[in-house]
């Protein structure tokens, strides 16, 4: 009899171990379903709180390939002023006064607006036209040539502030000047204005109207907004992917 009821009791424990084991094993694959769960609500908060984000990204790099600054974008600056910082780069100074017409077809090819040959010699003939006529009127005295001569004068004004006008479009240079502005620039003083250009250009290191930068920090921005930021992505709210408490039996 006693025997027997060794048996049993090894028999009944043995059930008692074996169903033992079977409830830590269903445990381990609740906790390790629960880990995954959890890590695939954090992936699906994440994406879903980053996905506008990453819209406004997006929309913002098409701005800035297209040019189009009033829908906000990178705002650069032109480097230095006018007047006062002719002489920062003293060989492009010097080309802009001796050459002027050679510094503005470089400066157009640079940027993208046609060949420099081209530029330069559009340039080279409103000057030597408006050179000649006025030249005409001291001999002559008749007034027909010196509103030639005016005209041509006026022309390469308007000619060079448009080019002005459209570089600082499609560079997203910061500037509140209107384009009658670029015009009285580039009549007043020319070589500064053109001086200016070209420091721009070479020292942001722009080639065939790509502008590749110098790594300076620059502002992030809308025309109608300066102060505040274009986009800015949030972090995603904390999820706890610890491992959650085996339920009560």
Same mark, same amino acid.
């Given at each position: =009899?006693?025997? /027997? ?10 059930? @008692?171990?074996? $169903? %033992?084991?079977? @409830? ?14 959890? #890590?695939? =609500? ?16 997006? !929309? ?10 009033? /829908?906000?974008?990178?705002? *650069? =600056? ?11 780069? *003293? ?33 080279? +003939? ?7 006529? #006025? &030249?005409?009127? &001291? ?6 040539? /010196? ?6 004068? &006026? ?5 060079? %502030?448009? #080019? *002005? ?7 997203? &240079? ?24 070209? *420091?721009? /250009?070479? =020292? ?13 920090? +620059?502002? +992030?921005?809308?025309? !109608?907004?300066?102060?505040?930021? #274009? ?10 992917? $610890?491992?959650? @408490?085996?339920?009560?039996?």
């Amino acid at each position: =009899m006693a025997e /027997l009821e060794k048996q049993e009791k090894v028999v009944v424990n043995g059930k @008692e171990e074996g $169903g %033992g084991g079977e @409830e830590e094993e269903e445990e381990e694959r609740l906790l390790e379903g629960m880990a995954v769960l959890d #890590f695939d =609500m954090l992936c699906s908060t994440v994406a879903l709180q980053t996905q506008g984000k990453w819209r406004k990204l997006e !929309g913002a790099e098409d701005c800035l390939e297209q040019g189009n600054g009033n /829908l906000g974008g990178v705002l *650069r =600056m032109w480097e230095g002023e006018v007047v006062l910082d002719f002489f920062d780069d *003293r060989r492009v100074a010097l080309e802009s006064a001796c050459c002027p017409c050679y510094r503005f077809g470089k400066n157009m090819r640079r940027a993208g607006f046609g060949c420099c040959f081209l530029q330069g010699t559009v340039y080279f +003939i409103l000057v030597v036209s408006a050179f000649l006529n #006025f &030249i005409a009127f &001291i001999v002559t005295k008749r007034n027909c040539f /010196l509103y030639l001569a005016v005209a041509f004068i &006026i022309s390469v004004g308007a000619y060079l %502030g448009f #080019f *002005r006008t459209q570089m600082k479009r499609k560079f997203n &240079i910061k500037g509140n000047d209107s384009l009658l502005d670029d015009c009285v620039y580039h009549l007043i003083c020319s070589c500064c204005t053109l001086s200016q250009e070209s *420091r721009t /250009l070479e =020292m942001n290191n722009v080639q065939d109207g790509t502008w590749h930068g110098r790594g300076d920090t +620059i502002c +992030i921005g809308s025309y !109608g907004e300066e102060n505040k930021a #274009f986009f800015e992505l949030q972090p995603p709210s904390p999820i706890s992917i $610890g491992t959650p @408490e085996p339920c009560p039996k």
